[in-house]
């Protein structure tokens, strides 16, 4: 149930109602879909992640071990991998990602994973549909995966006892070398009177999937650098600037990636986002660089974060590539400082760069801030004397002089 405990709920009065717990995703997630496997459980969530949790003996969970799981564990999709659909079979999992690959994870019986062997893996597995393929969405029954096409053909693979891969034959598909991709046969659905990458629609309309564009009697596949994110659109969208894509029928655009940006629309190829400039810095997906703020620098271009100063050093103005030394006489004790302090009194910094400085030695006194030389530290007169560090003489004559001040 992903809520941290194994034990069953809605079984006993006063479980269901405000007292049902929801399942924690995470500060800033939430579910865009679930996918209910016989023993666990799968959510798309925001953003295009993937998330599972339950029963793991097989792998099922994609995580990497084959641990129970009682609350949701993110799965590693890969760089970049950004899933808009995910399903369940009894013990399998599959997800589409928004580029277009299907990977499968889990038990693998009779090649319901569709990767060419009848092994159990516990990580997302890449599955070969075919070259200039597209897929469109997925479905899973208990022992077998089936894919819809943007041509709006239908490829089925894994158990095939009761013919439920639609192949006209009883045997199984995906659990042997050379069974899939190419080779991969489509489900016969007889004759259809729309044209290739639709399917009837509304009012009987034929609408083309997401990735095309509506022509006059065909549909069309988005260009690089646009993309369709809903079906029956009349032309696609360019990537918006900071965004790329560099395949044809795509239902969306990538980010460019941290420490780069995209100042132009429609980019197709990740060569439109540029490395930021020495003394900036982005995250993913930006179309401008931000400048580093006071106290920090970029000393490389093509950062994702700017460092803070040093000790010894500051900042003074946003956008820079270097922090600059304390001069002579001042010091910075921490990291990310705006600006240096002056040696108080009674102390001194002989050079540049300091972190902390050097106090006047016993029986001398520092009577100024900033000083930059022992030799401003000056000896206590005849009857006086002084701790270290100190910027004033203590009389021990009649008159008492108290110190104003202390160690630095």
Known sequence: LGVGTTANVGDNAGEMGDSLRAVDFG???????????????CALLTGGKVACWGFNEDGQLGTGDNEDASTPKIVDLGAGGTAIAVVAGSLHTCALLATGPVLCWGYNGEGRLGIGSTDNVNTPQSVSVGAG????????????????????SVLCWGQNMLGQLGAGHGEDVGGLPGQMGDR??????????????????????CTCFQGFWEG?????????GSFGAEPGASSCTACAAGTFNSETGSTLCTGCAAGTYGAAQG?????????CSRGSFSSEGQSVCSPCEIGTYAADPGQSICDFCAPGAYGGAAGVSTCSECSAGSFSSSPGRLRCDACTMGTYGSSA???RCSACPAGTFGAANGSTSPDSCAACAAGSFSPAGVCVCVCVSVCLCVCVCVKP
Do not use: I, M, W
């Open 267 to 275: 980019a197709n190829s990740s060569a439109g986002c540029l490395p």
């Open 133 to 152: 393929r597209f897929v469109s969405a997925l479905a899973a029954g208990g022992h077998h995966t089936c894919a819809l096409l943007h041509a709006g």
């Open 353 to 355: 760069g300091q972190s």
């Open 27 to 41: 500060a800033g997630r939430s579910a865009v879909s679930l996918a209910v496997g016989g023993s666990h459980t």
């Open 184 to 205: 991969l046969k489509t489900v016969d659905l007889g004759a259809g009177d729309c044209p290739e990458h639709s399917a009837p629609g509304d009012l009987d309309r």
């Open 216 to 224: 006059e009697s065909s549909c069309n596949a988005c260009a690089p």
